[in-house]
């Protein structure tokens, strides 16, 4: 599986993001897809995940502020971020899992300004 990452940026605290996780297989055949974010020093986090089923769980710093969904017709995992702080500053991933593989993207670099 190939993921394509993609929809960092730079915005002021407050604003908006929204990433975009390409598959290149149908998602309805992943298990899970997971961003995952990660700031120089510091352990990856997970930040949202989505099961084949759309069932979503998130990590408490981002509960309320950001959603993960899923456009099949696209093959595509999004994660839109609202009400960013600068503590959201981090280069985020995603994840696949199938079976007991796991497959990674490439980072997009998230940066909020105070």
């Known amino acids: 599986v190939q993921l394509q990452a993609s929809g960092g940026g730079s915005v002021q605290a407050g604003g908006s993001l929204n990433l975009s996780c390409v598959s290149s297989r149908n998602i309805s055949s992943l298990n899970a897809v997971g961003w995952y974010r990660q700031v120089p020093g510091k352990q990856r986090e997970l930040v949202a995940w989505?099961?084949?089923?759309?069932?979503?769980k998130y990590a408490d710093s981002v509960k309320g502020r950001f959603t993960i969904s899923r456009d099949g017709a696209k093959n595509t995992v999004l994660l839109q971020m609202n009400s960013l702080k600068p503590e959201d500053t981090a280069v985020y991933s995603c994840?696949?899992?199938?079976?007991?593989?796991?497959?990674w993207g490439q980072g997009t670099l998230v940066t909020v300004s105070s």
């Open positions: 994840n696949a899992r199938v079976g007991w593989d796991n497959f």
């Open positions: 989505i099961s084949g089923g759309a069932a979503a």
